[in-house]
Nanobody, 112 residues
Framework: QVQLVESGGGLVQPGGSLRLSCAASGRVFSIYVMGWYRQAPGKQRELVATITNTGSTKYAASVKGRFTISKDDAKNTAYLQMNSLTPEDTAVYYC??????WGQGTQVTVSS
């Protein structure tokens, strides 16, 4: 069983940056897809970005060019670098592995 723990959320001003981390533990296999999702109040959870074990990435149109997903296999950790944040990015951010395992989420609030 894989467990995921997110960290790095917080309050940031518009235009600022944050880096989220997602640490995986347990039975971690070398072939995987890691994803970052977010859910704003009153809205459905949406996909933000994904990265495979080969390093292939995909992004939602709303974050392309501002967010970067990456990974460190030696640390079993995935990252989401978020730049040029806007209030519309405010949400709980969740990481996911293989579409099955979810972390507990970390709150990101963009406000002046």
């Amino acid at each position: 069983q894989v467990q995921l723990v997110e960290s790095g959320g917080g309050l940031v001003q518009p235009g600022g940056s944050l880096r989220l981390s997602c640490a995986a533990s347990g039975r971690v296999f070398s072939i995987y897809v890691m994803g970052w999702y977010r859910q704003a109040p009153g809205k459905q959870r949406e996909l933000v970005a994904t990265i495979t074990n080969t390093g292939s990435t995909k992004y939602a149109a709303s974050v392309k060019g501002r967010f970067t997903i990456s990974k460190d296999d030696a640390k079993n950790t995935a990252y989401l670098q978020m730049n040029s944040l806007t209030p519309e990015d405010t949400a709980v951010y969740y990481c996911n592995r293989d579409g099955i395992v979810w972390g507990q989420g970390t709150q990101v609030t963009v406000s002046s």
